[in-house]
């Protein structure tokens, strides 16, 4: 099994700072790595796929770049609605696999 | 727009059975993979299993596999997972979610557009 692996597991940031979170993958994904975001009580919500993709609707402060085993996730001004826990998984192999996420708190 | 509406959860004893439905709608849902998804309380995302558009897939995760078991009735629009043997490590939140594509049969398009808003299992004597 692909393990994922995020760090920070939590970071603490102030509106308008740009934050960077990392996802690492036990072996290589190609580029078949997603980003979603997840609020207390919702449904995850898609961000990214591909690696670097944005999904449609989501504000092009979000970016997302890496290949292989390495990739982050950047947003450049994080906005009041951003407070959230962001997951990344991989969908190159079987099992699917999510990162542990990454918590992004008001600073 | 696309629903998706998770039911059938519920406290139950473990060793016991349960099968949760997530019944679809605004879409054409036997154009999309559909998987299930879980979330312990307090913890992070498990992917659960996976089924392929027509239903002729299927793939589980290896704490699941031999005891649960996902199918789709497209002519009801609804995704289904039979639980059986139950353990209390079962215990999350599951999610509903199709796949961001159509006719999606590679593993290389398994990203998930639209998520229900769960159902919670219980598993406790």
């Known amino acids: 099994d692909i393990q994922m692996t995020q760090s920070p597991s939590t970071l603490s940031a102030s509106v308008g700072d740009r934050v960077t979170i990392t996802c690492r993958a036990s072996?290589?994904?190609?580029?078949?790595l997603a980003w979603y975001q997840q609020k207390p009580g919702k449904a995850p919500k898609l961000l990214m796929y591909k690696a670097s993709s944005l999904q449609s609707g989501v504000p092009s402060r979000f970016s997302g770049t890496g290949s292989g085993t390495e990739f982050t996730l950047s947003i450049s001004s994080l906005q009041p609605d951003d407070f959230a826990t962001y997951y990344c998984q991989q969908y190159n192999s079987y099992p699917l696999t999510f990162g542990g996420g990454t918590k992004v708190e008001i600073k | 727009q696309v629903r998706l509406v998770e039911s059938g959860g519920g406290v139950v004893q473990p060793g016991t059975s349960l099968r949760l439905s997530c019944a679809a709608s605004?879409?054409?849902?036997?154009?999309?993979?559909m998987t299930w998804v879980r979330q312990a309380p307090g913890k992070g995302l498990e992917w659960v299993a996976i089924?392929?558009?027509?239903?002729?897939?299927?793939y589980y995760a290896d704490s699941v596999k031999g005891r649960f078991t996902i199918s789709r009735d497209n002519s009801r629009n609804t995704l289904y997972l039979q639980m059986h043997s139950l353990r209390a490590e079962d215990t999350a939140v599951y999610y509903c979610?199709?796949?961001?594509?159509?006719?999606?049969?590679?593993?290389?398009?398994?990203?998930?557009?639209?998520w229900g808003q769960g159902t919670l299992v219980t598993v406790s004597s």
């Open positions: 072996q290589s994904v190609s580029s078949w």
């Open positions: 089924i392929l558009y027509d239903g002729s897939n299927e």
């Open positions: 979610a199709k796949s961001a594509q159509t006719f999606c049969s590679g593993i290389d398009c398994h990203v998930f557009d639209h």
């Open positions: 605004g879409l054409s849902f036997n154009n999309y993979v």
